[in-house]
């Protein structure tokens, strides 16, 4: 696996480009920001989290969509039950996941954050092989983007209040930092 030109290759590796994002206003990348995602939440698999980051839910599919498929909403990477990784924007634009958030007193962790989204819910274990693809990733991106040095945060920690994931079922202790 390897990273050109803000995009990642390597065997494993889905690129899904979307039109949701925008250019990082001071192209600062200095943050990893973990996420939890599932569509319909807690059902695993399916073409939903593509779509919602395409901007293409249909809200026929299922009542939940209903109050999401609006939305413009996109992440870095998206990293599946198995382990496969979709990445939907460039690490050198800004993707829209964070929302409201901060970040040790610096506001829009979107402007200089990366999205990591993995399958799941706040309260399902994640499995091996999405941390093995984190570990990956994340020792990838601080050997590219230095000024990410050990700040990996969970989106509730940026979001207090407001957001929970990835939740109580992710654990730390499995990615090689401290936090
Ligand atoms: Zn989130």
Redesign the pocket.
């Known amino acids: 696996m390897r990273i050109i030109s803000g995009w990642l290759e390597g065997s494993g590796v889905r690129q899904v480009p979307t039109k949701n994002f925008n250019a990082r206003p001071q192209g600062e990348i200095s943050l990893i ?1 973990l ?3 599932s569509l319909p939440p807690g059902k695993f698999g399916g073409p939903f989290v593509d779509r919602l980051f395409v901007g293409d839910l249909d809200p026929k599919d299922d009542p939940y969509f209903e109050g999401i498929y609006k939305l413009e909403l996109s992440t870095h990477l998206f990293i599946n039950r198995q382990g496969v990784i979709t990445q939907y924007v460039s690490f050198l634009d800004r993707a829209w ?2 929302g409201r958030s901060s970040y040790q007193g610096q506001i829009e962790c979107n402007d200089f954050g990366i ?1 990591i ?1 993995l399958e799941g819910t706040d309260t399902t274990e994640y499995t091996q092989e999405q941390y093995e693809a984190l570990n990956k990733v994340i020792g990838l991106l601080r050997a590219t983007y230095p000024d990410i040095k050990d700040r990996v945060a969970s ?1 509730s920690e940026v ?1 207090p209040g407001r ?1 929970t ?2 939740g109580e079922a992710f654990d730390y202790h499995k990615i090689g930092l401290r936090l």
């Open positions: 920001v996420h939890g995602i996941h964070a999205g989204e989106h979001a957001k994931d990835p």
